[in-house]
């Protein structure tokens, strides 16, 4: 049961437009939301997070979008850059309150492709 | 900055060999986390440690086991590793709540033969 959905396995953009990642969760206990970056050969590093008690945070390029109501959340990067050529996960947490709750459940990954 | 190494990047075994995988971070990290990556399937979790000599089994811990003898060292182990264990294979740490967010080693990918 896959409860963190990135359906759409791959996406090309253009160089200089917006890239859109979207991510669908089925869990109702979720409450921490991250999104990682992967390059082949290296592990996923951390891009940036949303608790669900906000709808929008923003660093830089990158903005995540989250929409409790819809269990979706979205990461958007504007202007997208030959170097943002990628695999991105979006993986999700329960309120952490006790131990075992440190644990993500990651999605599928989106493989993003920049078109220079 | 945290540094989560792995003792291999490339390993080749073959089938029914014991294979060890092992991992070490530097930043006192309390839980430390084993996944596999498939095309397809995304990061799944296979163990999990949130204290030495602690573990919890994840989403697909079937052929696996793990040791926690030390808070910076968290070993996988393949008892009789089998060609469907071809992998890769990602170890990660982080520190205890409310830090939830999780720093990675480089990956091995390992091919059972």
């Known amino acids: 049961d896959q409860q963190v959905k990135q359906n759409s396995p791959s996406l090309s953009v253009q160089e200089g437009r917006i890239s859109i990642l979207n991510c669908d969760y089925t869990?109702?206990?979720?409450?921490?939301f991250l999104w990682y970056k992967k390059y082949p050969a290296e592990g996923p590093t951390f891009l940036i997070s949303?608790?669900?008690?906000?709808d929008k945070n923003e660093d830089g390029r990158f903005t995540v979008f989250l929409n409790k109501s819809a269990k979706h959340l979205s990461l958007h990067i504007v202007p997208s850059q030959p170097g943002d050529s990628a695999v991105y996960f979006c993986?999700?947490?329960?309120?952490?309150?006790?131990?075992?709750?440190?644990?993500?459940?990651f999605g599928t990954g989106t493989r993003l492709t920049i078109i220079p | 900055d945290v540094k989560v190494t792995q003792s291999s990047r490339y390993l080749v075994k073959r089938t029914g060999e014991k294979v060890f995988l092992e991992c070490v971070q530097d930043?006192?990290?309390?839980?430390m986390f084993w996944y596999r990556q498939d095309p397809g399937l995304g990061l799944r979790l296979i163990y999990f440690?949130?204290?030495?000599?602690?573990?919890e089994k994840g989403d697909i811990p079937e052929g696996y086991s793990v040791s926690r003898e030390k808070k910076e060292r968290f070993s996988l182990i393949l008892e009789s590793a089998s060609t469907n264990q071809t992998s890769m294979y990602l170890c990660?740490?982080?520190?205890?709540?409310?830090?939830?967010?999780?720093?990675f080693g480089p990956g091995t990918r390992l091919t059972v033969t």
């Open positions: 993986a999700a947490n329960p309120a952490p309150s006790n131990f075992g709750n440190e644990k993500l459940t």
């Open positions: 990660a740490s982080s520190s205890a709540v409310p830090e939830l967010e999780q720093y």
């Open positions: 930043m006192d990290h309390e839980n």
């Open positions: 440690s949130y204290d030495v000599k602690m573990k």
């Open positions: 869990n109702s206990m979720f409450d921490y």
């Open positions: 949303i608790s669900s008690i906000k």
